[in-house]
């Protein structure tokens, strides 16, 4: 059954290499990096090269282009519902 949960599940499964954006499997590599408690694994020692050297520069930008857009998008849908609302759904119906 495809529930919400599953759906997110499937996203967030496939490991992504935070320097390049490569799809990694995590049994297939063994060039991992422990940051800030949470292991990441990266397709080559290049990479990992990368990351150690300056950790945040790969891990902030992508959280906040995640975070952003789907926060505003939300706040932005929710406003669009309520003028809806006032305009269709307030007041007593009007055509005959
Ligand atoms: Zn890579």
């Not at 949470?38 to 930008?61: G, I, N, V």
């Not at 926060?71 to 406003?79: A, C, K, Q, S, V």
Request: proline share 7%; charged share 25%; with cysteine.
């Amino acid at each position: 059954m495809a529930t919400l949960a599953n759906m997110t599940n499937a996203i967030t499964t496939p490991i992504i290499d935070a320097v390049c954006g490569m799809r990694v499997e995590p049994g297939k590599t063994r060039v991992v990096s422990n940051h800030q408690g949470h292991t990441y694994w990266f397709c080559s020692e290049a990479c990992r090269e990368a990351f150690d050297k300056k950790p945040e520069k790969y891990l902030r930008p992508k959280k906040v282009r995640h975070k952003w857009p789907a926060g505003r998008w939300g706040r932005y849908l929710e406003r669009m519902a309520k003028a809806n609302e006032e305009l269709f759904g307030g007041g007593p119906p009007s055509c005959h």
